[in-house]
T-cell receptor, first 114, second 110 residues
Framework: SAVISQKPSRDICQRGTSLTIQCQVDSQVTMMFWYRQQPGQSLTLIAT?????????ESGFVIDKFPISRPNLTFSTLTVSNMSPEDSSIYLCSVEDKSGYEQFFGPGTRLTVL | GNSVTQMEGPVTLSEEAFLTINCTYT??????LFWYVQYPGEGLQLLLKATKADDKGSNKGFEATYRKETTSFHLEKGSVQVSDSAVYFC?????????WGAGTKLIIKP
């Protein structure tokens, strides 16, 4: 299994500002995933981040709004740019285990945009 | 495309009741199937999984059987506890990405 930490755990931000969320894993992993979970909703995949290459974004998500860095095999960041109240969500990072059958999740970052 | 449909919540039961949360899927091929659980204030945790037809995943008294003929992966528990109150998500693996159901909130009353 993998142990994943995220910072910050929660934040309250003003409209128009940006927030960078950090995700740290206790082991080296190839693929990291960023999800959004809006209040009362299921998870929506934002992008897949592989070390050494550009992140792959899902439909409806763009790099200008959600830039991702993946500088090494244990760390990634997601920035939520030019925030609006609609960006209020829980943001989760996850990693895939070596078998490819299971994902482990971080505790999430609860973002509120005023 | 691939999709997962699970029963809407909230589901409210008394302690020691029998639980079923329905999950059906649409997929090409034979995906792996998962149940994840999100306890209040905590992150998502894998509850159980099944990787091929007729497999039964089990953990913490919960069970789910991969039924190819009915494309289902229903979650069951014989006697629920207050501590089982959480949101349960059914998911399938599609090309190493998870496709999620909407989640079912389970409330267990003492």
């Amino acid at each position: 299994s993998a142990v994943i930490s995220q910072k910050p755990s929660r934040d309250i931000c003003q409209r128009g500002t940006s927030l960078t969320i950090q995700c740290q894993v206790d082991s080296q992993v190839t693929m990291m995933f960023w999800y959004r979970q809006q209040p009362g909703q299921s998870l929506t995949l934002i992008a897949t981040a592989n070390q050494g290459s550009e992140a792959t974004y899902e439909s409806g998500f763009v790099i200008d709004k959600f830039p991702i860095s993946r500088p090494n095999l244990t760390f990634s960041t997601l920035t939520v740019s030019n925030m609006s109240p609609e960006d209020s969500s829980i943001y989760l990072c996850s990693v895939e285990d070596k078998s490819g059958y299971e994902q482990f999740f971080g505790p999430g970052t609860r973002l509120t945009v005023l | 495309g691939n999709s997962v449909t699970q029963m809407e919540g909230p589901v409210t039961l008394s302690e020691e009741a029998f639980l079923t949360i329905n999950c059906t899927y649409t997929a090409t091929g034979y995906p792996s199937l998962f149940w994840y659980v999100q306890y209040p204030g905590e992150g998502l945790q894998l509850l159980l999984k099944a990787t091929k037809a007729d497999d039964k995943g089990s953990n913490k008294g919960f069970e789910a059987t991969y039924r190819k003929e009915t494309t289902s992966f229903h979650l069951e528990k014989g006697s629920v506890q207050v501590s089982d109150s959480a949101v349960y998500f059914c998911a399938l693996d599609s090309n190493y990405q998870l496709i999620w159901g909407a989640g079912t909130k389970l409330i267990i009353k003492p």
